[in-house]
């Protein structure tokens, strides 16, 4: 595709394509272009560097994101955990962004929307302006650890196409589950009839966890 013929646009969908099926390790411009049927070159005159086409991406991808209002003053739990729970929901879908936050800055006008939503949706329930950052930024840090699961087995199971690596891994694990076993809380887990794999999180975790969290800034608010 000729340079005056490629657009921004066609270049960010494109790149979350392979993003998505390659990670961020997978990103270059020459995979980039060949998936245009461009040159990389052509790729560069558009998006100018790698870590401007990152930001550029994010920020698409940051726009599926909803912005739930309240309807009252005391439903704003509500309203949070929608929030946060679409957020978990785009980190899975896209687990590469858990990457992006560890190695670029993400900025963007998506970005700010949704993070000046956060802010307004606590502040409307009471929480001061400190309090209000407090609470916006340890509901996104709880979110973004419990993506990284996901995140780092979207990775690993890229790197398992390879059968020698897949059976290092096995061996691996069959490893943990070993020295797990000389532990007797571990012990209990991986003996049951269900078979727990090691280090496996239950069920349900990322909801009991954010529920606990917004407890605890109901607390917060109520003191």
């Given amino acids: 595709m000729p340079r005056d013929t490629l657009t921004a646009d066609q270049i960010v969908n494109a790149a979350i394509e392979l993003l998505d099926a390659d990670g961020i390790e997978g990103l270059n411009m020459r995979a980039l272009g060949k998936r245009l049927d461009s040159a990389a070159t052509a790729v560069y005159w558009h998006v100018k560097s790698k870590d401007n086409l990152v930001r550029l991406v994010t920020d ?8 739930p209002e309240p309807t009252t003053a005391t439903d704003w ?19 590469w962004l858990v990457q992006v ?5 993400v900025y963007g006008d998506s970005k ?9 949706l606590y502040e409307a329930a009471g929480f001061t302006s400190t309090q209000a950052d407090q609470a916006v930024a340890t509901v996104f840090t709880y979110v ?35 020295i797990g ?9 991986l ?10 999180a239950p069920e349900r975790t990322f909801e009991f966890g954010l529920q ?5 800034l109901h607390r917060e608010l109520t003191q």
């Fill in 191 to 200: 003996e049951t009839p269900a078979g727990t794999t090691y280090a496996a």
């Fill in 144 to 178: 973004l650890g419990n993506a990284s699961g996901a995140a780092a087995t979207a990775s690993l199971t890229r790197r398992l196409q390879n059968d020698a690596t897949a059976e290092q891994f096995e061996e691996a694990m069959a490893q943990a589950q070993a």
């Fill in 101 to 105: 936050f560890a190695t670029h800055l």
């Fill in 181 to 189: 076993l000389r532990y007797p809380y571990l012990r209990a887990r």
């Fill in 60 to 67: 698409r991808v940051w726009g599926e994101l909803e912005l």
């Fill in 212 to 216: 606990a969290l917004l407890d605890g």
């Fill in 112 to 120: 700010a929307r949704h993070d000046d939503h956060s802010l307004g």
């Fill in 77 to 95: 739990r509500i309203a949070a955990a929608a929030m946060a729970t679409d957020l978990y929901g785009l980190f899975i879908r896209h687990p």
